[in-house]
Nanobody, 126 residues
Framework: EVQLQASGGGLVQPGGSLRLSCATS????????IAWFRQAPGKEREGVAC??????????ADSVTVKGRFTISRDSAKNTVYLQMNSLKPEDTAVYYC?????????????????WGKGTQVTVSS
C-alpha cells in the first residue's frame, strides 16, 4: 500500500520557520519525484516545490513566492522528503500536501499526480 505521511505543520509567527517531513512507503522511492502542494481556504491547490527522483534537481513553482525562502530535499536512506520553510508569511497559511509521481510536477494543481498523502496544516499568524 502506498503511503505518504506529511508532518511538521503547526502555528508559527510571521518570520518564523518550520520543517515539513513527508515519510513514504509502498513504492520505490528512488523512482519517484516528490512534490509539495498547498491549499489555502477558498483557493485552489497549488504547487510549491518538487525534487526529482535522483535528488539532483529541484523545482519551485513560479506562481508562488517561495524561492529563496523554502528548500526541498530528500533522504533516500529514510524514504523521506523535507520542506524547510523560512521567513514564513501569513499568506503561506495552508494545508500542505506531499505527492509522488514519476515526473517532476510542480505547476498547476497536480491533478495528474499518481499518489497523494494527507495534509499537514501550516498557520502563520501573530
Amino acid at each position: 500500500e502506498v503511503q505518504l505521511q506529511a508532518s511538521g505543520g503547526g502555528l508559527v509567527q510571521p518570520g518564523g520557520s518550520l520543517r515539513l517531513s513527508c515519510a513514504t512507503s509502498g513504492f520505490i522511492f528512488d523512482d519517484y519525484a516528490i512534490a509539495w502542494f498547498r491549499q489555502a481556504p477558498g483557493k485552489e491547490r497549488e504547487g510549491v516545490a518538487c525534487v526529482g527522483s535522483s535528488g539532483e534537481r529541484t523545482y519551485y513553482a513560479d506562481s508562488v513566492t517561495v524561492k529563496g525562502r523554502f528548500t526541498i530535499s530528500r533522504d533516500s536512506a529514510k524514504n523521506t522528503v523535507y520542506l524547510q520553510m523560512n521567513s514564513l508569511k501569513p499568506e503561506d497559511t495552508a494545508v500542505y500536501y506531499c505527492a509522488a509521481d514519476r515526473q517532476a510536477i510542480v505547476a498547476g494543481s497536480g491533478s495528474t499526480i499518481d499518489y497523494w498523502g494527507k495534509g499537514t496544516q501550516v498557520t502563520v499568524s501573530s
